[in-house]
């Protein structure tokens, strides 16, 4: 069993546009196929394993803790390789948030890191996520 399947946070809506969704999460083990096309706001780091739940639930959009972005980038890398599947992978400044509070990304988080996809949608570095993901949601670009 995975403690998300006994945890009591669970993921919240804070935004919407049409028929995507802004889910904030704690942790990216939050989410799941109920988060395909949406964009999730995570407290998690941008690891590989990250990615993977990511592109596992087919979300849209990630965005996550560059957790210092560290050796070899590990910190980013899981955001480095959703795009491959399409998935805009934002990574937010370790100095922005605290890792594992996905409010606090949301509320503070400063864009540090964005993959192709989320160049592509305009996302762009040193702007607040919120201001990002409120602006490619308005735009349509999902």
């Not at 919407?16 to 904030?24: H, S, T």
């Not at 407290?43 to 957790?67: K, L, P, Q």
């Not at 795009?83 to 370790?94: K, L, P, R, Y």
Request: hydrophobic content about 45%.
């Amino acid at each position: 069993m995975r403690i998300v399947d006994v945890a009591g946070d669970r993921p919240v809506e804070v935004l919407r546009a049409g028929d995507v969704a802004v889910w904030v999460m704690d942790s990216v083990a939050f989410g799941g196929p109920e988060h395909a096309g949406q964009v999730i706001v995570t407290g998690s780091h941008g690891g590989r394993s990250a990615g993977e739940y990511a592109a596992s639930y087919g979300v849209a959009v990630v965005v996550a803790n560059d957790a210092g972005i560290g050796k070899n980038a590990a910190g980013v890398a899981g955001l480095v390789a959703v795009d491959a599947d399409g998935i805009a992978g934002i990574g937010v400044s370790h100095e922005s948030s605290r890792i594992g509070d996905g409010t606090d990304t949301w509320e503070h988080g400063v864009v540090s890191f964005v993959n192709r996809r989320a160049a592509a949608l305009g996302v762009t570095l040193g702007e607040p996520v919120r201001t990002a993901v409120a602006r490619v949601l308005d735009e349509g670009g999902l």
